[in-house]
């Protein structure tokens, strides 16, 4: 696996060496650089591969594409000339849309501070500056969420609260969120302690009718519940996932969502991902039902035929049916299995959707197994070994429903305690 790191200068050298020394094209040039250098185990993931190009005077050094859009845009800055940043802000925001690469660049080049900079000015002169401003840094900050400072957390509180009314500043700002808090664990309890969460559940309730906005606040709120930076050995999820619920209604929110995006697979992706990552007590699994929001799911799992919905309104399901005999009875009662099934005979090749539906059937039947026969009369057992034999990621569940249902199903015993018995 390649390990070893070069910066892009050192890269460039040896694409204008390919050029001048040996007389390449541009394109063979940098074909023959990555050749070269991925021979030798380096990473060129965070490399912009393409040659630096002259400025018009040739006066200035070759420089690529998006560093030049930051220069223009920190001396535009320098100069208070307002159309000018916007202009260079949508340049920049461009250049770092088009490869994980050019982002990493700019942000080696010192980005962070002068888009802060651009978005303090924009803080105080207009709303579209700021939109713009705020763009550029969801995009900078997009697998980089390192770059965020005390100065810019405090920021985006203030801007996400500031604006709550402007449906696009919103959307951006909970983007921004999402992609700083991402890995980032420092990053996620400063900006609850900031009061970010009760600005992603109002964003969900004042934005109701506006689909990009509801879907970025479920993903910001679920990245809040993650445990997923290896730098910290224990996170704050379970209590940020307590704080949405107790504290913002989030249960609430989520559900009345669902209710009126009842015809957008993409919105109902979310919501149910999200149901499932703050369904993380049983007081919380009953409000859900007290809610409604059982019945809401087992209709959605029936009616939708999306693989990413039939995905996660399983999920959801699942977290609610675990050891909650009387909440199996309903889902089964109300057409949930059946609808599981249905779902695995329509999505044969999405393992997301194969998983999660025998995750639910095994919950479905573990602590109740009079559900057993009619879960199997619906043809529980061949769909199971089907995705079984077809999805890798399937044999711990799928083996765990077959023998929940009742099923034969071979157990490989690895260890049997003897020396020398350990399986390869």
């Known amino acids: 696996m ?39 185990g380096v990473d060129l993931s965070n490399i912009v591969k393409t040659a630096p190009k002259v400025s018009l005077d040739g006066l200035q050094e070759p420089t690529h594409d998006v560093l030049q859009a930051l220069s223009d845009l920190q001396e535009s800055l320098t100069g208070s000339r307002l159309q000018e940043v916007s202009a260079h802000l949508v340049r920049f925001c461009d250049q770092c849309k088009q490869q994980k690469a050019s982002r990493y660049l700019a942000a080696q080049k010192g980005a962070y501070p002068i888009l802060l900079a651009a978005w303090q000015l924009a803080a105080t002169s207009d ?20 770059l965020l400072d005390a100065q810019g957390l405090h920021l985006l509180v203030a801007t996400l609260a500031q604006n709550a009314a402007n449906t696009e500043l919103t959307c951006c700002g909970i983007r921004c969120v999402r992609h700083v808090c991402l890995k980032h664990e420092q990053n996620r309890q400063g900006l609850v302690k900031a009061g970010v969460l009760p600005l992603l559940t109002a964003a969900i309730t004042q934005h109701g009718q ?35 619920v107790q504290e913002n209604k989030g249960l609430k929110v989520l559900i009345e969502a669902a209710r009126a995006f009842s015809d957008n697979p993409g919105v109902l992706s ?26 809401i799911l087992v209709t959605l799992l029936a009616d939708c035929n999306d693989h990413q919905v ?16 009387e909440n199996s009875r309903v889902i089964i009662e109300g057409g949930g299995a059946l609808a599981a099934l249905q779902a695995m005979r329509a999505h044969p090749q999405e393992a997301g959707v ?15 197994q009079v559900f057993s026969k009619p879960i199997l009369d619906l043809g529980a057992e061949e769909l199971i070994l089907q995705a079984r034999a077809a999805h890798p990621d399937c044999e711990d569940v799928a083996k765990a429903a077959l023998r929940d249902l009742g099923c034969r199903v071979e157990l490989r015993e690895l260890w049997t305690g003897k020396k020398g018995d350990l399986a390869p």
């Open 210 to 244: 506006h689909a990009d906005v509801v879907r970025e606040a479920c993903w910001a709120l679920r990245v809040m519940t993650f445990d997923d930076d290896i730098r910290v050995p224990f996170g704050h999820a379970h209590e940020h996932a307590k704080m949405i």
């Open 270 to 295: 979310e919501l149910c991902s999200t149901l499932s990552r703050l369904a993380v007590r049983n007081e919380f699994c009953q409000e859900v039902i007290d809610l409604g929001g059982l019945g």
């Open 354 to 368: 194969q998983k999660q539906a025998c995750m639910l059937i095994r919950n479905l039947v573990s602590r109740s």
């Open 127 to 146: 709303q579209d500056l700021l939109l713009q401003a705020l763009s550029a840094l969801a995009v900078l900050t997009d697998g980089q969420p390192d």
């Open 2 to 40: 390649a390990s070893k790191r070069i910066t892009q200068e050192t890269f460039d050298a040896a694409v204008r060496e390919n050029i001048e020394e040996f007389e390449m094209g541009t394109e063979e040039a940098i074909r023959e650089a990555v050749e070269q250098f991925e021979s030798q």
């Open 310 to 325: 039939c995905e996660h309104s399983c999920a959801a399901l699942c977290v609610l049916a675990l050891r909650k005999p």
